[in-house]
């Protein structure tokens, strides 16, 4: 099985996912003229965005932990791949009452997106490219992107 290949798709699924919000906090900010008009939560998805590129960029560039099993001497911790997946899916999760009325699909949709998270995590690790504890490190930096995401949102919900 080629899992470099299919963690490959995954992320440009996850993107791609990502891209859909985008585009509809753009509509909406062009359609009701303002961005305070906008979703709330589609404006605060850019801070774990940022978080994430913030974290990518110093574990990728100034602080190298670990390098891959492939011997390729390149930054491994944390897995990008899963950090990247696993954020985008946690926030989807977040908001995905929001924009997807019916119960079943929102069911569906979360089985899938688990299971995309969880194929990127194996995936990693058996096309050789990053050691457990870099799948932890992307999980655990995804949860907590999530995690302080929705305590914004959460907190601005009990303000209205």
């Known amino acids: 099985m ?56 110093v574990f990728d560039k100034l602080l190298i932990l670990n390098t891959r099993p492939n011997g390729s001497g390149e930054a491994s911790f944390p897995s990008t791949h899963v950090m990247v997946v696993a954020t985008i899916f946690f926030l989807t999760t977040l908001i995905l009452h929001k924009y997807v009325k019916s119960k079943t699909t929102r069911i569906i949709l979360e089985i899938l997106m688990f299971v995309c998270i969880s194929l990127t995590c194996i995936g990693r690790v058996l096309a050789n490219m990053h050691w457990s504890v870099d799948i932890i490190g992307g999980i655990a930096f995804a949860f907590v992107f999530s995690e302080i995401y929705y305590q914004i949102i959460k907190r601005k919900k009990a303000k209205k």
């Open 2 to 57: 080629q899992w470099e290949l299919i963690t490959n798709v995954i992320l440009v699924i996850s993107i791609l996912t990502l891209v859909a919000f985008a585009t509809l906090g753009l509509y909406q900010w062009i359609s009701r003229k303002s961005i305070e008009k906008v979703d709330r939560e589609l404006r605060w998805m850019l801070l774990p965005l940022f978080l994430m590129a913030v974290t990518y960029f």
